[in-house]
């Protein structure tokens, strides 16, 4: 589905990651994993051709997707992408359907998977008879919730998700996973970029940025509180 091969990226005389290299394959869920300003955002941007690599190639059937045009570059996002924020990136103040209706379908919808209806993607999420609802009244785990609604309306090949759990409790982050989850089994190949040991687990394949592994003092210190002498 997608190959990295020797990705770079660097501002100035600063490099962020360099030799990154995997693939992930439809049905497949990597979780992409390491300190706060290792990369994660970064490098699901460049997936995203949202930010461009200093080096390196990143393959969807066999075409280096970095060097797209913008015509090309506008038909990847419309036919293959999907994004799943933690801040969930939706029209605040417009309905849940009318969150759910600018999911543009591609025009090459895998053949065997098509999308769910509005109605149908709303019940899994357990947020069915809602659509008429503001979005700005939501809690944001139904935010979120309404968020993968539309992933699963678009049906898109490629699912990027940048921390999508960040923000939820433990109910509405396993709901979000398992429904990731749900989306590569049908098909779908699926990047998660998470700090969260159980999202983590929930994956296929892990990949590192960053020093964490071999670096112990990159270990978060943890504050003592003196003992109470009183
Ligand atoms: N345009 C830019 N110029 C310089 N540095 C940048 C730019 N964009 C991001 N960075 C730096 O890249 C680092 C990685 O950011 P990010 O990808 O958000 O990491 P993560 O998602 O792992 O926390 C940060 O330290 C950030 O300051
Ligand atoms: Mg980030």
């Given amino acids: 589905m997608i190959d990295i091969e020797n990705l770079s990226k660097s501002y100035g005389s600063r490099t962020l990651w360099s030799d990154v290299t995997f693939t992930v ?6 979780a992409l994993v390491g300190p706060s300003g290792s ?9 995203g051709l949202l930010d461009k690599p200093s080096a390196g190639v990143i393959r969807h059937e066999d075409k280096d997707i970095t060097r797209f045009s913008r015509r090309e570059i506008r038909g990847f996002r419309r036919d293959v992408l999907g994004y799943l924020f933690q801040n969930y990136a939706l029209i605040e103040n417009a309905t849940v359907a009318e969150n759910l209706k600018v999911a543009v379908k591609p025009r090459r919808p895998l053949p065997d998977q098509p999308g769910k209806t509005i109605a149908e993607a709303l019940n899994r999420v357990g947020l069915g008879g809602r659509e008429n609802e503001t979005i700005h009244y ?8 309404v968020a993968l609604a539309r992933l699963m309306v678009k049906r898109p090949a ?7 759990t960040g923000a939820l409790d433990d109910a509405n982050a396993s709901t ?7 989306m590569s089994e049908s098909g779908c190949a699926v990047v998660i970029a ?6 983590r687990e929930q994956c296929d394949r892990v990949f590192a940025l960053g020093e964490s592994e071999r670096d112990p003092s990159h270990k978060p210190q943890r504050l003592t ?6």
């Fill in 225 to 230: 509180v003196p003992l109470s002498t009183t």
């Fill in 25 to 30: 394959a439809r049905g497949e869920m990597l």
């Fill in 194 to 199: 998470t700090h969260s040991a159980s999202v």
């Fill in 138 to 145: 939501l809690s944001g785990g139904e935010q979120q919730r």
């Fill in 39 to 47: 990369g994660k955002s970064t490098l699901l941007n460049c997936l």
């Fill in 158 to 164: 490629l699912v990027l998700a940048d921390e999508p």
């Fill in 176 to 182: 979000v996973v398992d429904i990731l989850r749900e």
